[in-house]
């Protein structure tokens, strides 16, 4: 294509987006937004990927370098991971002997190292499971004062020596879910709801975007002095 031809395209199209710019700056500025919306996610996400896969990749990589003169790129990565599966594969064969769960018990004996080992081992299995067994119901509490109301979710329940029930209740935080404050309430202080936990972590994650309008209007109407017992029909 002539030169000419090139710079007059170019030219044109320049005039074409600087005309469109002013005659309608509020469409650009809506593009530009809906822009953000779709790029900014997906930058994250990926930003996110690579830094575990450099953190994976780099833990083997000296070993990998020592092995073959030169830098390995996704080799140790790949290394891992293949042998966490073969681990997983194991332990789920082999377990019925018992070999693993013998190793289990030792390392937690271990002063210090096993009550690292257990806490991290119980926060990884209560991640992996299940919703239905990690949960046992949505409730509200008022939190983090009186007359505010929160949605927690029942990790347990357990009676005192006079058989009165107090509850582990899980309050997430907005909009990631995975951190938050264990609260233990007695039965006396939640309001129960038939809100499922799928619902309840929308609700969550979406800074209350997505939630059902009669929440509002139900918790208003919940007398405190009857709020044992109430369950909130959602």
């Not at 233990?184 to 939630?211: F, H, Q, W």
């Amino acid at each position: 294509m002539p030169r000419r031809t090139i710079i007059k395209t170019l030219n044109e199209c320049g005039s074409s987006i600087k005309g469109f710019c002013y005659r309608s700056p509020r469409h650009v500025i809506t593009y530009l937004m809906h822009g953000l919306i779709i790029i900014v996610p997906l930058a994250v996400t990926l930003w996110v990927l690579i830094w575990i896969f450099n953190i994976i990749d780099g833990m083997l990589a000296p070993i990998l370098r020592w092995a073959f003169g030169r830098p390995m790129p996704g080799l140790g990565f790949a290394i891992i991971v293949v042998s966490v599966i073969l681990i997983g594969y194991l332990g789920i064969k082999i377990g019925k002997k018992k070999a693993f769960d013998f190793i289990e018990s030792n390392v937690i004996r271990i002063p210090i190292v096993g009550s690292i080992y257990g806490g991290t081992r119980q926060i990884i299995t209560s991640f992996t499971t299940s919703t239905n067994s990690k949960f046992l119901e949505v409730v509200f509490i008022e939190f983090p004062r009186k007359g505010i109301y929160t949605v927690g979710l029942v990790t347990s329940e357990v009676s005192d020596r006079s058989g009165k029930k107090v509850l582990n209740v899980f309050v997430p935080t907005t909009p990631n879910p995975t951190s938050g404050y264990l609260q233990i309430v007695p039965e006396s202080d939640i309001i129960r709801s038939t809100m499922s936990v799928n619902d309840a972590m929308k609700l969550i994650i979406s800074a209350g975007k997505v939630y059902n309008k009669d929440i509002a209007n139900m918790l208003l109407q919940v007398p405190e002095s009857e709020s044992k017992g109430t369950v909130l029909e959602i």
